[in-house]
């Protein structure tokens, strides 16, 4: 044996949200583990550092937020959240107007002050677009829900620089992510639990993988391996890009990257919220974080700002979004049902799934695989 020198029970590849949920409570059952991770690090893209006291995600705002009480509870077990709530502003052009959809926003772009206002506004503006029954892409979906004005404004310009196509080439669930609400309620996410890791995320994965019968080998990549790893171990749990397990034999999937840009400065607060989206076009990037204003902690004198650019995805880059459109979906279907052939093996995680899962989904799925595995 060449990997599997210890009789591991499993190979779980990728030490993500779904692989160390798997690990952890695989090894409560006794299971013998073995975690390899691509990168130097734990977490995936939930991985966080400390800088200046700061809490920085590496891989772009992560704020946790479910309305799932079970895996809120799981969650809780390995960390203490601060209660902070996602409360993002837009600049559009140098004007600033609160997200999500509601009515500071509809007051900001029109002056309506009740609800019937801003319904009679929208209804007016979706039916001088000649928007009409099921939306078939996201700009219909979008005007359909909250009128011409603020899709120009908030919606088309922030869209088609973070998925590099037209709106009108995007399928429409992606904007309802967003809630669009009649009350004057600036929280992003409907879900009753949400929060940020006191001590940022890596802290949950160190805790979760902190385990006798479970060894983590980071900066050990699957793919310099693969046939090796597959015939040695009894069972898999595969968390990378599904496409890739198959050396991309149908084509590749489409993915959606984003590179940051951090700076240092000299002051505590300099743009007064975590999050600041730039929805026009013409900026290059989409968002700017503000990271102590996630947690207000950090030493007093100095703040990190990172700015988020979209780019395309090729296969020297991180994967971070599917584009879960029909062409894709279709491909997807392809690469699962060739992924039923090999029974050992479990696939995760929003790459395994090719879904655009947010965190809470992850940890869910998880649990329902493991529920499956070991039938309790
Ligand atoms: N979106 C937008 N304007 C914004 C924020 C979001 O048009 O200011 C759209 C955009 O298409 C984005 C989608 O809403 O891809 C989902 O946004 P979310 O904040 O959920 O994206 P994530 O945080 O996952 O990147």
């Known amino acids: 044996m060449k990997h599997n020198t210890k009789k591991y029970d499993y190979l779980i590849v990728g030490a993500g949200p779904f692989g160390a949920t798997f690990a952890h409570e695989a090894a409560l059952r006794g299971k013998r583990c073995l975690v390899i991770e691509r990168r130097g690090h734990l977490g995936g893209n939930l991985y966080t550092h400390q800088e200046n006291g700061i809490n920085v995600h590496d891989y772009g705002a992560h704020i946790f937020h479910t309305d799932n009480k079970p895996v809120w509870d799981y969650v809780n077990q390995f960390t203490e959240f601060n209660g902070y709530i996602n409360q993002v502003v837009a600049n ?43 939306p ?41 992510r967003l809630p669009t609400r009649f009350t004057f309620d600036n ?23 902190d385990h006798d019968l479970i060894d983590v080998r980071l900066e050990t990549d699957f793919f310099a391996d693969k046939d090796t790893y597959l015939a040695e171990f009894p069972r898999i749990v595969y968390t990378g890009m599904i496409d890739q397990f198959f050396d991309y ?74 584009v879960n459109d029909e062409k894709n979906s279709t491909l997807f279907k392809q690469y699962r049902a060739e992924a039923k052939k090999y029974e050992k093996v479990i696939m995760g995680g929003r790459l395994g799934n090719y879904q655009y899962y947010d965190m809470d989904q992850v940890f869910h799925a998880a649990l329902v695989a493991v529920k499956q595995e070991f039938k309790q």
């Not at 309506?112 to 319904?119: G, N, R, S």
């Open 187 to 209: 929280n992003y996410f409907n879900h009753r639990y949400q929060g940020v890791p006191v001590a940022g995320y890596t802290a949950i994965f160190d805790k979760m993988l």
């Open 92 to 134: 559009y052009k140098g004007d600033l107007y609160n997200l999500p959809f509601n009515m500071n926003t509809f007051y900001q772009m029109w002056g309506v002050k009740t609800p019937a206002e801003a319904q009679a506004k929208i209804a007016e503006q979706r039916e001088a677009a000649g928007i009409t029954g099921t």
């Open 136 to 176: 078939k892409n996201l700009e219909e979906q979008a005007i359909s829900l909250i009128g011409t004005d603020i899709y120009e404004k908030l919606i088309k310009g922030y869209t088609e620089k973070q998925w590099g196509r037209k709106a009108t080439e995007l399928p429409s669930f992606i904007i309802r």
């Open 249 to 322: 034999k149908f084509g590749e999937l489409e993915y959606r990257s984003v590179r940051f840009e951090s700076e240092l400065l000299a002051t505590n607060n300099a743009q007064g919220n975590a999050v600041i989206n730039y929805t026009d076009a013409e900026t290059p990037y989409t968002r700017v974080m503000e990271w102590r204003h996630f947690d207000q902690n950090g030493d007093d004198d100095v703040t990190i700002l990172t700015r988020e650019y979209p780019q395309d995805w090729d296969r020297q880059k991180e994967a971070y979004y599917p």
